[in-house]
């Protein structure tokens, strides 16, 4: 009888169609590229040609933010030309917990994370000599892992950013980051002291050394004061969670992506039900999340509708379990792509679609002026349910879950 209800259940979805789609230069080339002085010409987004993409027709898609209940967070803010989503996203998500905890409107610095982070890279360079991931990327927790040894700062005192830029941009920083470690494992110079001693001078010349003290209402501190005393942020308060079969659910695994260079093991496993029900008990509840996942995909309507959906082409909603999720991400059709926010949530036909806010360029076509969604996504639950891996909350929306844990 199951077997029949899903059947049936698949035949009565609407069929959606794809085409094939040949996008103009976007935001990234006319704005980011522009506003950026100098850069490599090999980071230029190559020409588009023919990409498959759903029709939307055939989704009820949310055309404008301010129909979902939102809760309080920053305007977004470009991540320019750099692969640092997980800071920007995770820091958009602290600063509302913050405000959420406090009251208080920060803006922090997600350049100063992205500093020492690079610091922390240099020094497990030298200890697994050279064998592990060395990219731009990495993941939400990072964040609080950062901040737990090296505190953070207000966005004022740290930009990242030279007198003249617009944008950030850490192509041609990264490159000589990435030839100088390689160069250091050639000839086996394992001198921890003098590699992050020149990853500091590579990194101060491009994004500037960040503070070691801030003033705050006339009062000078470190960051971690800062952090503790007027943040009132605790690290330990919250907890990163994935849902995925290759590691057994309820307990604590690794998150087995090139991103985790420091194979963190400290995420909860929970099955794909759980994991959405907390997404959603979270958001409903007032708690906005910092999730990560793909946002490569055919139902990834970035310039078409700033909206992210399952085509039935790809698999029916009934059939979106967490087979169909496992499968995806073992055969990497699902990827660690992109670290977001969720902000807010609607209810319509439904369904729940959730409030996003990236830092990324796909949700900035066209500019401000033509895009009054700029900066925004609107996600459909199921692309949560099958393309959405991770997630960072507080601790409270998993108090029922935690003792569960082995």
């Not at 027709?57 to 301010?66: G, L, R, Y």
């Not at 996203?89 to 917990?97: A, D, N, P, Q, V």
């Not at 950062?146 to 004022?156: A, D, Q, S, T």
Request: proline share 4%.
């Amino acid at each position: 009888m199951a077997i029949v209800l899903i059947s049936s259940a698949m035949n009565a979805q609407n069929k959606d169609k794809g085409t094939f789609k040949t996008y103009e230069p976007g935001y990234f080339q006319n704005s980011i590229l522009k506003g950026i002085e100098e850069f490599e010409s090999q980071r230029v987004a190559p020409k588009q040609g023919k990409t498959f993409k759903v029709d939307p027709a055939t989704f009820n898609i949310p055309t404008s933010k301010e129909a979902f209940k939102s809760y309080w967070h920053n305007e977004p803010v470009s991540q320019g030309n750099t692969n640092t989503c997980w800071s920007f996203s995770t820091t958009s998500y602290i600063e509302s917990e913050i405000y959420r905890n406090t009251g208080q409107k920060v803006s922090l610095s997600p350049i100063y994370t992205v500093y020492y982070e690079y610091l922390e890279r240099a020094e497990n360079w030298v200890k697994t000599r050279g064998n592990m991931n060395f990219g731009e990327g990495s993941e939400g927790n990072a964040v609080t892992k950062i901040w737990r040894k090296y505190g953070i700062v207000p966005l004022e005192t740290y930009t990242g950013l030279k007198p003249e830029q617009t944008f950030h941009s850490h192509a041609k920083m990264f490159e000589e980051l990435k030839n100088y470690a390689d160069f250091v494992k050639k000839n086996n110079m394992w001198d921890e002291a003098a590699v992050v001693s020149n990853f500091k001078s590579i990194l101060n010349f491009y994004i500037g050394e960040p503070p070691t003290k801030v003033t705050v209402n006339g009062k000078e501190m470190t960051p971690k004061e800062y952090m503790a005393n007027v943040l009132k942020f605790n690290a330990d308060d919250y907890c990163d969670v994935v849902s995925y079969m290759q590691q057994p659910y309820w307990k604590m695994v690794e998150y087995e992506v090139p991103d985790n260079w420091w194979h963190n093991a400290d995420y909860y496993n929970l099955p794909l039900d759980d994991f959405m029900n907390v997404v959603k008990k979270s958001i409903k509840a007032g708690y906005t999340l910092a999730i990560g996942g793909d946002v490569s995909e055919a139902g990834f309507l970035a310039r078409e509708a700033n909206a992210a959906v399952i085509p039935s082409f790809d698999i029916p909603s009934a059939a979106i379990d967490e087979n169909a999720r496992q499968f995806r991400f073992s055969n990497e059709t699902t990827t660690d792509d992109h670290g977001l926010h969720i902000v807010g949530y609607m209810e319509k036909d439904g369904v729940t679609w959730f409030l996003v806010k990236d830092s990324g360029a796909g949700s900035r076509t066209g500019g401000k002026e033509k895009n009054l969604n700029f900066g925004y996504y609107f996600f459909h639950e199921d692309y949560v349910k099958l393309k959405i891996m991770d997630f960072m909350v507080h601790k409270d929306m998993m108090k029922d879950l935690i003792p569960k844990f082995k």
